[in-house]
């Protein structure tokens, strides 16, 4: 089995910038199409971003424009830019990936990372 590993999450002004990787545990498998999730205290987890493996994006509404997904398939990572970031993108933020091995994919979710952005 394979596991999702994000890091890059943090403490940051208002205006600041983090990146957040995610990165599949066992070189065997292959990350296909991946998302970013969210979840802030008290609500329900939310869609931020994703991208196949081609590279077509797409992203919530919310983080257009201020935050960028991208993937490097030779590392078999994906990324999240954050620009510009605001208070109420404090989250915790979870990636979800279509892992291939062995000609099956499984679909899986990481333990998440901390974003904290103060005002």
């Known amino acids: 089995q394979v596991q999702l590993v994000e890091s890059g999450g943090g403490l940051v002004q208002a205006g600041g910038s983090l990146r957040l990787s995610c990165a599949a545990s066992r070189s065997t498998f292959s990350i296909n199409a991946a998302n970013w999730f969210r979840q802030a205290p008290g609500k329900q987890r939310e869609f931020v971003a994703s991208i196949t493996r081609s590279g077509r994006t797409n992203y919530a509404d919310s983080v257009k424009g201020r935050f960028t997904i991208s993937r490097d398939n030779a590392k078999n990572t994906v990324y999240l830019q954050m620009n510009t970031l605001k208070p109420e993108d404090t989250a915790v933020y979870y990636c979800?990936?279509?892992?291939?091995?062995?000609?099956?994919?499984?679909?899986?979710w990481g333990r998440g990372t901390q974003v904290t952005v103060s005002s």
């Open positions: 979800n990936a279509d892992a291939i091995s062995g000609g099956y994919t499984t679909n899986y």
